[in-house]
């Protein structure tokens, strides 16, 4: 797997538009692990965070970069309680942004959809999202996925108002569901 220079190329930053008042930074790890697919990657960071987050109720969020062949994550971590986050993500040269990453925090129905905030991002950016909730299902929105309606969100316990999604569980090669641990 190719090594990328440490010299970092243009920030990204999350608007603050669709990601709230929390301060956080995000920047690849100085020694990042490489993983040889997007899921991969995503799977471990979210077996690395979603524990901790459900434990002290934060969101953790990041970047999935890729070097063309191999990825890796960044990572920013909220407020506890907040439900909310804002990171800058350092994009080393020779790597670009695939997708997003997230958790979201301690057990309340809500945290089980993407917010309209999240369905924002996936089209506002136009990569995948995925989640890993107090369950430990891991799903994806990807850029023109369906969305909520304000009634059916509110018939699912939600604000009523559109933009939350279900978006899609993801599954292994025998197609069951991925599971991400919810304890230490």
Same mark, same amino acid.
């Given at each position: 797997?190719?090594?990328?220079?440490?010299?970092? $190329?243009?920030?990204?930053?999350? *608007?603050?538009?669709? @990601?709230? =008042? =929390?301060?956080?930074?995000?920047?690849?790890?100085?020694?990042? #692990?490489?993983?040889?697919?997007?899921?991969?990657?995503?799977?471990?960071?979210?077996?690395?965070? +979603?524990?901790?987050?459900?434990?002290?109720?934060?969101?953790?969020?990041?970047?999935?970069?890729?070097?063309?062949?191999?990825?890796?994550? !960044? /990572?920013?971590?909220?407020?506890?309680?907040?439900? $909310?986050?804002? @990171? $800058? %993500?350092?994009?080393?040269?020779?790597?670009?942004?695939?997708?997003?990453?997230?958790?979201?925090?301690?057990?309340?129905?809500? +945290? #089980?959809?993407?917010?309209? /905030?999240?369905?924002?991002? /996936?089209? $506002?950016?136009?990569?995948?999202?995925?989640?890993?909730?107090?369950?430990? !299902?891991?799903?994806?929105?990807?850029?023109? *996925?369906? !969305?909520?309606?304000?009634?059916? =969100?509110? #018939?699912? &316990?939600?604000?009523?108002?559109? &933009?939350?999604?279900? &978006?899609?569980? %993801?599954?292994?090669? =025998?197609?069951?569901? %991925?599971? %991400?641990?919810?304890?230490?």
């Amino acid at each position: 797997m190719k090594r990328m220079s440490p010299v970092p $190329r243009p920030t990204l930053r999350l *608007a603050a538009a669709l @990601l709230f =008042a =929390a301060a956080a930074s995000a920047q690849a790890d100085p020694a990042p #692990r490489w993983f040889h697919s997007e899921l991969e990657a995503v799977v471990a960071a979210a077996q690395h965070y +979603n524990a901790r987050s459900i434990r002290e109720d934060r969101e953790f969020l990041g970047a999935i970069l890729s070097d063309g062949d191999s990825y890796t994550f !960044t /990572v920013g971590a909220g407020r506890p309680r907040q439900d $909310r986050i804002t @990171l $800058r %993500i350092e994009i080393p040269a020779g790597t670009e942004v695939v997708a997003f990453w997230h958790t979201h925090g301690a057990q309340r129905s809500s +945290n #089980r959809y993407f917010s309209a /905030v999240d369905t924002a991002l /996936v089209e $506002r950016s136009q990569k995948p999202f995925y989640l890993a909730d107090f369950t430990g !299902t891991l799903k994806v929105m990807t850029p023109g *996925a369906k !969305t909520l309606s304000g009634p059916r =969100a509110r #018939r699912l &316990g939600l604000p009523a108002r559109s &933009g939350y999604a279900k &978006g899609a569980v %993801i599954t292994d090669t =025998a197609g069951q569901p %991925i599971r %991400i641990a919810t304890r230490d």
